[in-house]
């Protein structure tokens, strides 16, 4: 990732997130809580932060940091904070410090606290160490002077009186811009910061750095930064390039913040270069002069695969009639990026609940066909951003039904995962091994009649098959394990009318630039002498001995070091090291639409 900070875009979409409010309304936002006594807006948050984080969390959110104003107010929060929250019975901090002049206690809002005010508790303040600068807030309203530097939950708030409506943004943060042709609206942010802590403000704001989706809105996001140029302070930034919503921290290829793929047409990066997946610099930008302009031609569609009239999308998912979409349980214990890999290669994503009908028909799918499996990953997380949990997709959890076990999430960065525990949800650690469900919505499904399968790219390659060239080099059984997630399998060569046809497939891969440790030039495909018995297909068949279709027109002899099959560029079949990263070559026979259920990914 850059280490230096950029100029950033943020963007929020319209009718994403707020669908009513102002203060007529006594709404604010979906994950703060109106209370009707003091007439404020409440928010606890359970991660831990230090005094200066759980301030500036606040300020991010268009709220303040807690303190109570008068007796009624700490007793209304107090009933709240016990209600929602009945494990936290610690402290919190709350919104007072002397970190301006040592001794003089001030609210985050520059109201003088003394020392004979009736909220301290008993022998405070009273500077311990002499490093006791910031308020403490117990459940009763009473204050003591602590350390700014551990870590504790916080309370943010905002007073309804200061409740003021953007009508065209529909959203209280009013330094955002609405155009009108484009339906987004969109705030320039002159601070620099890194692209991490710029998607951390972007979530604050219930916002997400921009994603363009076509030329028109290049355009605009160039003149709008090119407004601001005499804004632009000093600094060690990186100038002249913008934080923009695209990624690939995960690992996973280059995809949006809303976790839509990119295709890897390098034509639509500057230079003519897509970063490879091993690349270190794993944030998108743009230039200042909107160079991806064509952004959205390397966008994959939202939705992929499926037969919807006939509610079928794969043979080993279940379909759910009362929430419209398809599940499947892995019962196989992964950890969460490998379940949510599991799943995408599946066609499918990490299952979470949307609303409460899905939680509970899940529930009961979960209890009828594993009733003694008792966690599970959900698809949702703040590995992104800590404490900013958002969905695989970038939801914001406010937007969605949510469970929360009283107390969480609490890990203050060490859990970063979703999970789910009878019905519970919990942050946990990422690195934890347990089960998960995959799902796939009715409405996103589309079918690949050629293929008679659920995946839109592959193409029909006659004699009733059907391949997918894959450009993100792994090794052989990686390779075979995404070709069998996808329902086929490493491309199976019968003789040289099939190699002819996959040398002409590989053509459309030279153009492609990617970056990293793997041997160009050759494929994976269906062959191997894994199993100590000769060269044989994927599907168990002995390979020709045909001289003409393999390198230097003889059949490798059969060794310990290379036990993996490939094919060069021009067509010839030759060995290779399993271990070897290279592109692959995937096979669907057109009339088979149920493949052998086996363990796909030891």
């Known amino acids: 990732m850059y280490s230096k900070t950029l100029l950033v875009f943020f963007l929020l979409c319209l009718l994403s997130v707020f669908t009513h409010g102002q203060r007529a309304n006594k709404f604010f936002r979906h994950d703060y809580t109106y209370i009707e006594a003091s007439q404020g807006f409440y928010k606890v948050h359970t991660a831990p932060k230090n005094f200066t984080e759980a301030r500036r969390g606040c300020a991010l959110e268009g709220a303040t940091l807690y303190y109570p104003e008068n007796k009624n107010e700490a007793r209304a929060v107090a009933s709240f904070w016990k209600t929602t929250q009945p494990t936290l019975n610690s402290w919190v901090y709350g919104g007072i410090s002397a970190l301006i002049a040592k001794g003089v206690f001030e609210t985050v809002d520059h109201k003088l606290v003394t020392a004979m005010d009736e ?13 006791e600068d910031c308020g403490w807030l117990l459940q009763d309203g009473s204050y003591w002077d602590g350390r700014c530097d551990v870590k504790y939950p916080y309370i943010c708030k905002k007073t309804l009186r200061s409740l003021e409506w953007d009508y065209n943004c529909n959203m209280s943060n009013l330094d955002y811009r609405f155009n009108e042709d484009i339906g987004k609206c969109y705030k320039f942010h002159t601070t620099p910061l890194t692209w991490t802590e710029a998607y951390a403000v972007c979530s604050a704001e219930q916002s997400r750095l921009a994603v363009i989706t076509d030329k028109s809105e290049a355009d605009y996001l160039a003149q709008l930064g090119e407004s601001t140029a005499e804004r632009r302070g000093d600094g060690n930034y990186l100038r002249g390039l913008f934080h923009m919503g695209i990624h690939n921290r995960f690992n996973e290829g280059w995809q949006t913040v809303k976790g839509t793929a990119l295709v890897d047409d390098a034509e639509f990066w500057y230079g003519k270069y897509q970063p490879g997946p091993n690349d270190p610099d794993q944030c998108g930008s743009m230039f200042f002069n909107g160079l991806l302009t064509q952004i959205n031609l390397y966008f994959l569609p939202d939705f992929s695969h499926g037969q919807r009239d006939k509610k079928f ?17 892995h019962t196989t214990s992964f950890t969460w990026a490998e379940g949510k890999r599991i799943c995408a290669l599946e066609g499918a994503s990490l299952y979470y609940p949307e609303n409460a009908a899905e939680a509970q028909a899940v529930s009961a799918f979960w209890n009828s066909t594993k009733p003694n499996i008792g966690w599970i990953f959900v698809g949702m997380s703040d590995l992104m951003t800590s404490g900013v949990f958002e969905t695989i997709d970038g939801r914001f959890i406010s937007e969605l039904y949510t469970s929360w076990k009283t107390g969480q999430p609490n890990s203050g960065g060490k859990e970063r995962c979703g999970c789910l525990n009878y019905n519970e949800m919990h942050d946990c650690g990422c690195q934890l091994k347990v089960p998960f469900i995959c799902k796939k919505k009715l409405q996103l499904l589309e079918w690949n009649s050629n293929c008679n399968m659920s995946y839109l790219d592959y193409a029909f390659g006659g004699n009733g098959k059907c391949f997918k060239l894959h450009t993100t080099p792994l090794n052989w059984t990686e390779a075979y394990a995404v070709c069998r997630a996808e329902r086929s399998h490493l491309a199976v060569i019968n003789n040289r009318k099939d190699l002819e046809y996959l040398a002409n497939l590989t053509t459309s891969s030279w153009d492609k630039i990617v970056i990293g440790n793997y041997f160009r030039g050759i494929y994976h495909v269906g062959f191997h002498s894994k199993l100590q018995a000769g060269w044989q297909t994927v599907k168990g068949a002995p390979m020709t001995e045909d001289a003409d279709v393999w390198w230097d027109n003889r059949q490798p002899i059969v060794d310990e070091y290379q036990q993996c099959g490939s094919m060069f560029f021009n067509g010839r079949l030759n060995s290779i090291s399993c271990d070897t990263r290279s592109f692959f070559i995937c096979e669907h026979e057109v009339d088979s639409l149920t493949l052998d259920q086996e363990e796909l990914y030891q």
Do not use: S
């Not at 999308?313 to 349980?329: A, I």
């Open 119 to 131: 909220n301290w508790h008993a022998g405070e303040p009273n500077d311990a160490l002499d490093i």
């Open 313 to 329: 999308f794969r043979t080993d998912y279940t379909y759910l009639d009362q929430v419209e979409g398809f599940y499947k349980f």
